[in-house]
């Protein structure tokens, strides 16, 4: 029957920690086949590691959906898109592919920056992506925006945003706590519409994490892909990431990448599930 298919629809990190070369890594560690359509290029000022974003001229983009929704994917996954109108095509992308499973990662900020790369495209998110998202894997940042609810400083607020993203369409929600809540372990929420589970897993060093944030979405993608529920799929890929987290590993002198093999190669993490 051949691998899986699962597409990344995502932007290019040049230092290849993030974005969907993350996501191709991980999509290979799960035994999946991975494809992308590339919506921007990050590249990085090597004085000062600041991020500059270009997008993909959108022609270019579109064909390149044309092709690997030719191939038809199994699942699809989303990382930063950068545009109103480049979400709304990855959108209309997953419906036209056929795909069972589509995974939002809804990507607003560049790892080391405090700004939004665009305000618009919160309402975007909301209009085009999350009608028809199987998971969606909002940080703490994120799940504030997509809920209107700002920062989230508790277990109660990441409940409240997890249960107004669900309205919003996405049929279920993980809304990554990491280290923002507790400084000895690492907690995430996931909601399935009728009930919240905390996921916990140690707290590791966080020094090295680039790149954790897209290789947890790409993890849920692939587990999905391969026949796996939501809920499955995403403890699986929280124990995948903590893995990739805890031995990640110095790049240079501004960041450090996770270890998209350790789960496979080193150890597995145990996550937690407790139903609160």
Known sequence: MGLKKVLTIAG???SAGAGMQADLKTFQEHDTYGMVALAAIVTMDKKTWSHDVTPIPFDVFNK??????????DAVKTGMLGTQEV?????????ESGAKHFVVDPVMVCK?????????????????????????????????QLAGLGTLKSIDDMKKAAEIIHKQGAKHVVIKGGKALDQDKSYDLYYDGEHFYQLTTDMFQQSYNH?????????TTANLANGQSAKDA???????????????????????????????????????VTEI
């Open 211 to 219: 790149g954790a944030g897209c290789t947890f979405a790409a993890a």
């Open 12 to 14: 290019s990190d040049t």
């Open 87 to 95: 979400i709304k095509r990855a959108g209309e992308a997953f419906i």
């Open 112 to 144: 080391g920056e405090d700004e939004v790369l665009n305000p618009g495209n919160t309402d975007a998110m909301i209009e085009h992506l999350l009608p028809k998202a199987t998971v969606v894997t909002p940080n703490l940042f994120e799940a504030g």
């Open 234 to 272: 995403v403890i699986n890929a929280k124990a995948f990431v903590a893995s990739a987290i805890k031995n990640g590993w110095k790049m240079n002198d501004f960041v450090g990448p996770v270890d998209h093999g350790a789960a496979n190669r080193i150890e597995k993490i145990e996550v937690a």
């Open 64 to 73: 390149q959906l044309e092709t690997v929704i030719s191939i038809g994917p």
